[in-house]
């Protein structure tokens, strides 16, 4: 389903800064969503997962995620996803149907399969230590151009 959405979305979340909430939900919506256009015509990187699943991401687990906390958190991190510009609402929930977003993030497949490490994207880490600059989080040294 979405892998490569999902590896956009962790991208996508560092870009724009998004808390924790936030950015658990937008992973979840994409690893819920289709890549490319799915088998049954569905469109790629749309979410309509529904209120309860999405609590579930957060750490709501049923009963709790249909509680009044869980619908409040749901409702902050959707917020803070729409307004940093990482989705956006395609449809309205009602009428026992659940809303509809559409991710904002890449999805497609890399052209030949896989990735050359030299296209790697590496983002930044700001250790505390000296020696930390210009290492990655995994404590490679990173190669400059």
Known sequence: ??????????????RLQLGNAATRLLLHMALECWDGEAPDG?????????REMAA????????DNASPAARQAVKRAISELTGKGAIVRVRTGGRGL??????LV?????????RAVDNAVVLPFHGRGQGDAGRT?????RRTP
């Open 137 to 141: 989080p995994q404590g490679v040294a």
């Open 106 to 114: 890449a999805s497609a497949r890399p052209v030949g399969g896989r």
């Open 1 to 14: 389903m979405g892998l490569y959405a999902a590896k956009g979305a962790v991208i996508l979340a560092a």
């Open 98 to 103: 659940p809303a509809e977003y559409e991710l």
């Open 42 to 50: 569905r469109l790629p990187r749309r979410y309509f997962g529904g």
């Open 56 to 63: 579930i991401a957060l750490g709501y687990m049923a009963p």
